[in-house]
């Protein structure tokens, strides 16, 4: 699979865009230690939140159309 310039500069914009977002929610407006609270595991929040991130910027990637 060859990789295209232009869907790895799509899902590039995607994933800077929703991490910086995921991490004003996260520090910011829910606190990292209140889901650590909620959820009772540090692993658990760390490894969600990754794959908040990795699914959707590879689903970018794979959804965006060549031109």
Do not use: N
């Not at 929610?25 to 959820?39: A, I, K, N, R």
């Not at 692993?43 to 969600?48: K, Q």
């Amino acid at each position: 699979m060859k990789i295209k310039k232009r869907k790895v500069r799509h899902a590039a914009i995607f994933f800077i865009c929703w991490f910086a977002l995921l991490v004003i929610l996260v520090d910011g407006v829910l606190e990292f230690q209140t889901l650590v609270d909620f959820f009772g595991s540090y692993i658990l929040v760390e490894i969600t939140l990754l794959l908040l991130v990795i699914l959707p910027t590879v689903a970018v990637y794979l959804l965006t159309k060549e031109r």
